[in-house]
């Protein structure tokens, strides 16, 4: 459920990064911070949680159309997880609290066994904090398609998108900048449709 700040009159909404190691999560948070408008004084440091070489990076801003709710200007905060799988701890810790999670995919040929198997982590985690996917708005990122023996978008949603009702799409190349924007307004857009019913504004 997302926060609400009193002292700041603001609702911060958390959104976290999720899947397997080296998929370009990072990259995402670092496209954002980089290119993200903001009024002056409104978008946070992009902050290392941890000092191993798999990180959690954080950082939270306030888009310079926020939508003002009863009072209450909507910030976001971004995080991702590390990917590897010793670092399952960590993944929880970061779970907590998320209001919604883009799932990012290698769309690489043989990645697809981690891309799996990732996925199936988040869902367990979830289970373990009582959460379930399903009630969480989230979207799904095939990034590195850019790549030569990138798998066909048909079967990544084959793969990673049969639940019962399917969640948006979007195709990446993370590191130009490509898809990265388009999977943030979605999952903005969920999240401000399910907690202030109102659509959002695009942010680059
Ligand atoms: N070719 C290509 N490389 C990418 C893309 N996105 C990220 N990378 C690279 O993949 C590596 C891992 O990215 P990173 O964001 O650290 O992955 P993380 O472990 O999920 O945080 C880095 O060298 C990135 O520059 C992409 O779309 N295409
Ligand atoms: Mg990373």
Redesign the pocket.
Known sequence: MALINQATKELQVKIVYY??????????LVQVHDHVQTAQGNKGKLISLATNS?RTLFFDFLPIEAMAIKGFKTKFQLY?VP?QVIYNTTRQLVLRGADGIVF?ADSQYEKMPENVESFQNLQDNLRTLKLNLDEIPHVLQF?????PNAAPVEYMEFLLNNREVQVPTFS?????CEGVFETLNMITRMLLHKYINQSAPQYA
């Open positions: 899947g397997p190691g080296m998929c370009g999560k990072t990259t995402n798999d991702t990917g990012v990034n590195k398609r850019d790549l990446a190349t993370a590191h130009r």
